[in-house]
C-alpha cells in the first residue's frame, strides 16, 4: 500500500502547492488592485490609525487628528472649519473620500511621503507610532476674515495674492460649510451631511475661487484689454474714438456705453485714460477690432487664461472665447459675450500689474513639514509669465489709481493710500442680476496686495447693483484689514 | 524484518527542544497580539505562560512515557498551530470585545489532555479494528443527531450543530474520525476484492457491483448530508476520505476517477437542485461584481478577507495592527485571512508548512507502519487534515467555492479543536508504532482481532509484502 500512500503523499503537496499559489496571489500579485479597491475600508483606516499631519495657518492649526476612542483612532477636526473649508477640503471615513490640500497634500499628511522616508524608519527603530508631517498654508487669518466678513454672506468669492511672490493671501468661497460635519466618525450623519450639502442650490462644496461656474468679468476685463492697447503702440493720454454708440463691421448690432452715456466730453473721442475712468464700452470695442482677435487672444493668455493650472488645487482654466465675427471680439474686449474667468484669474490679472508684468504662480503651500517640524518642502516663488512690459505695467497702474481716485472704484478709496482697482458689472441676462466685480491692488506705488472680489447676481442688491457700489467697498474693507497689520 | 530496519531513534529530545519552540511561538503570539492591539502585555501573561507551558511539558513527558518512539515532529507542530490559532482568536477577541479567547484556551487544554489521553489509553492501535462496524453505528448516530428536532440547532444556514448541557457540539466533527475507522477495517479487509474482481473497460478495472455498493453508499450518505444539513464542506470531507483511503487500500485509479465522477455528478446534481449552493459558485465565480457583493449571502465575507490579506502584504500588519474584524467569521472560518492581514504571506505560509509536515509526517508513518488497518488509519487520518486545509483556505482564497469548514487546529470551536486533537494522538500513537524497533516478541497480535466476524487473510493485513517493505525502504529518508 506504499506506492499509493506516496501518490497520497504528492497529491497533498500539490494542494498545499495550489494553496501557496492562490495566497501569492492574493497577497503579492493581486494585492495592489485588491489594496486599491473602493470597497476596502482598511485603506482609509490606516490613514485614520496614523496620526495624521496637522494643516497650518500662521502658526495656528486649522486642521489636527484627535484622538478617538473607535476603530479609526484619530478624529480629524477643523478648528475653524468654515473659514478655511475650501483650501482644507475635508477628510471623510464616511464616504472614503478627501477633497483640498488633505488630498492634495495627502501623501505628507498621512505620512506615506517619499519625503517622510527617513523619519519612518527612525519612527521604526525608535518604535514611535507612525505619524504625518504637517503641511503650512500661505493663507493670512486676518484678511481671510476680513474677506469672509466683507462678502456678508452674499454668495461670490474674494482672492487676495501678494504680487511680487504669488503666495495666496486669502481664498474665500461664500457660502461655506463645516468640513467636521463630513469628518464625523458617525457615517450616518456625516452622509446625511454631505447630501445635505451636496444637494443645496447654493453649492457651498465648491470652491467658487479656483473651480465654480466660470463668471463673465463685465468690465474688469478692460483692465486686459487696456493692456493690450499699450502694448501695441496706444498711450494713455491720447485720443481713441469713443462714441456714444458703435456697430462693429459686418454687423447692425450696436454698442452702447453703460447707461448709454457719453464718453469723455461727448466729441466722439476720448482718452484711454478717461475710457478706464469711466468704464466706456466703444472705445475698447473698437480698439479691440483695430488690433484683431490674435492680439488679443495672446494679451489674455499672458495673464494665464487657458492655462492649466493647479495651486494645488486644480484652477479652471478661464476663456478668451473664439470670436468669429467682429461683433463677438468687439464685445469680449469690455468683457461680454462669452468671456469667462475664475475670481483666481482676475487676481492673477491684477497682481501681474501690480508686479510689473511679471505674474508669478499662485500657491497656496508655504512649505510641508516632517512629524518633528522639520522643513521638507519650501514653495519658491515662480515666474508663471511676463503679462506685459514694465512701461505699460506702470501706466496700467497710474489709470487704476485713477480710476479709483476719481472714476467708478471711488468706493474703493483709503485714505492716505493709493489704491488701483477697476469695477466690473457682467451682465448676464435681462432677467438675472448681473455680477459685482472688483479687481486691483494696493499700495500703488508699492503694491503689497492684489485682490478680486465677485458677488454673484448682485448679491443683497439685486438688479440694482454695479461693481462700484457693491465691490469696491469689499475689496476696501479688505485691504485695509491687510494694510493695517 | 530486522534487517531492512534502521536503528530506531525515539527522538524525544528533538521533541521537547521543538516543544518548547511551540510554546514560544503560542506565548510570543498571545504577547504580541496584546502589545499590538492596546500597546500592553497581557494582564495574565505570567498564569498564562505557566499553564501553557506546562500543558505542553507535560503533555511531551507523558508522550514521551507512552509512546517513547512517536514522531518527535506531531506534537510541536499541532501545538504550533494551536498556539497561533489562540493568539488570534484572542486578537478578534479585542477587536470585537467578545470572550471567546478564554473557553478556546480551556478547550486546548482538554484537547491535549485527550490526545495524551488516547496516546496512554489505546496502548496498540490495532485495537481499534474490532470497532469497525461499531464505529459506522457511532459515526452514522453522530452524523444523524442534528437533525433530531429539540437536539440539532441551525446556525448561517447549516444544521450542523447540536446543543448538550449548554454547550454547542459539532457531531460531525466526531463522526469523521469513527468513520476513518470503520473505512480502514472495512477495507483492508476487502481490498483484494476490491482491487482485483471486475471486468476491464478502456483500461480501466471496473469493479464489481457488490464491492462498488459502499462507495455508493458512501455517496448517498453524503449527498444526504448535504441535503439534509446544508453542509458542503462535511460531505466533500467524508467522500475525499473514503476515496482518498480506497485507493490507498486498492491502489486501482479506476477508483478515483469513479469517485471523482460521482462527486462531479452529485456536485451538479446539487448545483441544479440547491439555491445556496449555486450561490455559493455564483460567489466564487463573479465575487468583485458589486451586484454580487452586495447581495444577502453575497461575496462580501470572501471579498473582505482578500482584501484583509492584500493589506497583509509579505510580511504582514503585525499581530494586533491590522483590521481583521472587518471579515465576518474572522475567528473561525475565515481565521486564515485573519493571519494573512497580521501576519502577511510569510505568516500563512508558514501555518501552511506546519500543516505540511502534520500532513506528511502522517503519511510516513502510514507508509513505515507494518499491519494494513494502521497505514489505512494513518492515510486517512493525515490526507483528511490535507483536504480539510485544502478546501478552508481554497475557499477563502478563491482557488474552490467557498465551503462552511474550519481550520484543524487553529480555528475557533471547542469540538473541532478537541477532536483534531484525538487525530494527533491517534497519528501519535500510529507513529510509534511505526518507528519503534521491530522486535517480533514485542509485536504481539492481538486476541481478538477478527471479532467482526469477517475472514480474512492475516498475512495481507498484518504483514507488509515484498513491494510494500521495498517501499518502505525507499520511503525513508534520510
Known amino acids: 500500500m506504499n506506492q499509493p500512500i506516496r501518490r497520497v503523499a504528492t497529491l497533498a503537496l500539490l494542494m498545499f502547492l495550489a494553496l501557496m499559489i492562490a495566497v501569492t496571489m492574493i497577497q503579492f500579485v493581486r494585492a495592489p488592485a485588491l489594496t486599491a479597491d473602493s470597497r476596502n475600508a482598511r485603506t482609509i483606516y490606516e490613514e485614520y490609525g496614523r496620526e495624521r499631519g496637522p494643516i497650518i495657518v500662521a502658526d495656528q492649526t486649522v486642521a489636527s487628528s484627535e484622538p478617538a476612542d473607535d476603530v479609526y483612532q484619530f478624529l480629524r477636526t477643523y478648528g475653524q472649519g468654515e473659514l478655511y473649508a475650501h483650501s482644507t477640503g475635508y477628510f471623510?471615513?464616511?464616504?472614503?473620500?478627501?477633497?483640498?490640500?488633505?488630498?492634495?497634500?495627502?501623501?505628507?499628511?498621512g505620512g506615506s511621503s517619499q519625503s517622510l522616508a527617513l523619519q519612518r524608519l527612525r519612527d521604526l527603530v525608535t518604535g514611535n507610532e507612525p505619524r504625518g508631517g504637517g503641511v503650512e498654508l500661505t493663507l493670512d487669518p486676518q484678511i481671510q476674515q476680513a474677506a469672509v466678513d466683507a462678502l456678508n454672506g452674499q454668495r461670490g468669492s474674494i482672492v487676495v495674492l501678494e504680487p511680487d511672490t504669488g503666495r495666496i493671501l486669502a481664498m474665500v468661497s461664500v457660502p461655506s460649510y463645516d468640513p467636521n460635519l463630513l469628518a464625523s466618525h458617525d457615517a450616518a450623519a456625516a452622509r446625511e451631511s454631505y447630501e445635505a450639502l451636496s444637494t443645496d442650490e447654493s453649492r457651498p462644496l465648491i470652491n467658487r475661487a479656483v473651480a465654480g461656474d466660470l463668471y463673465a468679468p463685465g468690465s474688469a476685463f478692460k483692465v486686459v484689454t487696456a493692456t493690450a492697447m499699450l502694448e501695441n503702440g496706444y498711450e494713455p493720454d491720447e485720443l481713441i474714438d469713443a462714441p456714444t454708440q458703435y456697430s462693429p463691421p459686418g454687423t447692425s448690432h450696436t454698442i452702447n456705453n453703460p447707461g448709454e452715456a457719453t464718453c469723455g466730453d461727448g466729441s466722439g473721442q476720448a482718452t484711454l485714460l478717461q475710457s478706464l475712468r469711466q468704464s466706456c464700452n466703444t472705445p475698447f470695442a473698437i480698439a479691440a477690432v483695430e488690433m484683431g482677435e490674435e492680439t488679443m487672444r495672446e494679451q489674455a493668455e499672458a495673464f494665464g487664461f487657458g492655462q492649466e493650472l493647479a495651486i494645488p488645487m486644480a484652477v479652471t482654466p478661464s476663456r478668451f472665447p473664439d470670436a468669429t465675427t467682429q461683433a463677438e471680439l468687439a464685445q469680449s474686449a469690455f468683457g461680454q459675450f462669452d468671456v469667462r474667468v475664475t475670481p483666481m484669474q482676475m487676481a492673477m490679472v491684477a497682481s501681474a500689474i501690480a508686479n510689473d508684468g511679471s505674474l508669478m504662480r499662485p500657491y497656496l503651500v508655504e512649505r510641508t513639514l516632517s512629524p518633528d517640524l522639520d522643513v521638507l518642502r519650501v514653495t519658491d516663488p515662480e515666474e508663471l509669465s511676463v503679462a506685459m512690459g514694465e512701461d505699460s505695467a506702470a501706466q496700467m497702474t497710474e489709470m487704476m489709481v485713477d480710476v479709483v481716485a476719481n472714476g467708478t472704484g471711488f468706493r474703493a478709496q483709503i485714505p492716505g493710500i493709493d489704491v488701483a482697482g477697476k469695477t466690473g458689472t457682467a451682465e448676464i441676462s435681462t432677467s438675472i442680476p448681473p455680477h459685482a466685480w472688483f479687481i486691483g491692488f494696493a499700495p500703488a506705488e508699492d503694491p503689497q496686495f492684489a485682490i478680486a472680489v465677485v458677488v454673484e447676481n448682485g448679491g443683497y442688491q439685486g438688479f440694482g447693483t454695479d461693481g462700484g457700489s457693491l465691490a469696491a467697498p469689499m475689496a476696501r474693507s479688505v485691504l485695509q484689514a491687510a494694510l493695517s497689520e | 524484518m530486522a534487517a531492512v530496519q534502521q536503528a530506531a531513534r525515539p527522538g524525544r529530545l528533538p521533541e521537547l527542544a521543538l516543544t518548547i519552540v511551540s510554546v514560544m511561538i503560542g506565548l510570543g503570539a498571545y504577547a504580541l497580539v496584546h502589545l499590538g492591539a492596546n500597546g500592553a502585555m497581557p494582564e495574565n501573561m505570567a498564569s498564562a505562560a505557566v499553564i501553557f507551558a506546562g500543558a505542553a511539558l507535560g503533555a511531551h513527558l507523558l508522550i514521551r512515557w507512552a509512546a517513547p518512539y512517536a514522531d518527535p515532529v506531531l506534537f510541536p507542530a499541532a501545538l504550533a498551530l494551536n498556539g497561533i490559532g489562540l493568539g488570534m482568536i484572542e486578537r478578534i477577541d479585542i477587536a470585537l470585545g467578545s470572550t471567546q479567547?478564554?473557553?478556546?484556551?480551556?478547550?486546548?487544554?482538554?484537547?491535549?489532555?485527550l490526545a495524551v489521553l488516547t496516546v496512554m489509553t489505546i496502548r496498540d492501535h490495532r485495537i481499534l479494528r474490532r470497532y469497525t462496524y461499531t464505529s459506522l453505528v457511532v459515526g452514522s448516530v453522530f452524523l444523524i443527531l442534528p437533525l433530531i428536532p429539540g437536539l440539532g440547532r441551525e446556525i448561517y444556514?447549516?444544521?450542523?450543530?447540536?446543543?448538550?448541557?449548554?454547550?454547542?457540539?459539532?457531531?460531525?466533527?466526531?463522526?469523521?474520525?469513527?468513520?476513518a475507522i470503520f473505512f480502514a477495517g472495512y477495507l483492508v479487509v476487502n481490498r483484494d476484492n476490491l482491487a482485483l474482481a471486475g471486468p476491464k473497460v478502456l483500461g480501466l478495472r471496473l469493479p464489481q457491483l457488490r464491492h462498488f455498493a459502499p462507495l455508493l453508499l458512501a455517496w448517498l450518505v453524503c449527498i444526504a448530508v448535504l441535503i439534509f444539513q446544508k453542509d458542503l464542506g462535511t460531505s466533500l470531507l467524508f467522500f475525499g476520505l473514503f476515496v482518498s483511503m480506497l485507493y490507498v487500500a486498492t491502489d486501482r485509479l479506476s477508483w478515483i476517477i469513479i469517485g471523482g465522477l460521482l462527486a462531479l455528478g452529485g456536485g451538479f446534481v446539487v448545483f441544479q437542485l440547491f439555491p445556496h449552493v449555486t450561490a455559493r459558485f455564483n460567489v466564487w465565480l463573479n465575487a468583485m461584481e458589486p451586484q454580487v457583493y452586495d447581495a444577502p449571502f453575497g461575496s462580501y465575507?470572501?471579498?473582505?478577507?482578500?482584501?484583509?490579506?492584500?493589506?497583509?502584504?509579505?510580511?504582514?500588519?503585525?499581530?494586533?495592527?491590522?483590521?481583521?474584524?472587518?471579515?465576518?467569521q474572522a475567528n473561525s472560518d475565515f481565521i486564515i485571512a485573519s493571519i494573512g492581514e497580521e501576519l502577511g504571506m510569510a505568516g500563512v505560509f508558514a501555518i501552511l508548512a506546519l500543516y505540511l509536515v502534520l500532513v506528511i509526517r502522517g503519511l510516513r508513518s502510514a507508509a513505515y507502519v507494518r499491519d494494513g488497518f494502521g497505514k489505512l488509519l494513518a492515510a486517512g487520518l493525515s490526507f483528511m487534515i490535507a483536504l480539510q486545509v485544502f478546501v478552508v483556505v481554497g475557499g477563502v482564497t478563491r482557488l474552490i467555492p467557498l465551503?462552511?469548514?474550519?481550520l484543524p487546529l487553529v480555528a475557533l470551536g471547542g469540538s473541532s479543536l478537541v477532536l483534531n486533537w484525538i487525530v494527533i494522538g491517534l497519528l501519535l500513537r500510529i507513529s510509534n508504532a511505526a518507528r519503534r524497533p521491530n522486535i517480533p516478541s514485542a509485536d504481539p497480535i492481538p486476541s481478538a482481532w477478527d471479532d467482526d466476524g469477517v475472514a480474512e487473510n492475516p498475512e495481507a493485513a498484518s504483514e507488509p509484502t515484498e513491494a510494500d517493505r521495498a517501499d518502505t525502504e525507499a520511503m525513508r529518508m534520510p
Open chain 2, 101 to 113: 479567547g478564554s473557553s478556546q484556551a480551556i478547550f486546548t487544554l482538554i484537547g491535549i489532555a
Open chain 2, 157 to 179: 444556514g447549516a444544521r450542523i450543530w447540536i446543543d448538550v448541557a449548554g454547550f454547542s457540539f459539532q457531531p460531525a466533527e466526531a463522526a469523521k474520525i469513527f468513520f
Open chain 2, 403 to 406: 465551503t462552511g469548514l474550519t
Open chain 2, 301 to 328: 465575507q470572501v471579498v473582505q478577507g482578500n482584501f484583509g490579506m492584500a493589506s497583509g502584504g509579505l510580511f504582514g500588519t503585525g499581530l494586533g495592527q491590522g483590521y481583521p474584524s472587518i471579515v465576518p
Open chain 1, 92 to 109: 471623510s471615513v464616511a464616504f472614503n473620500s478627501m477633497t483640498g490640500i488633505e488630498r492634495l497634500e495627502n501623501d505628507v499628511l
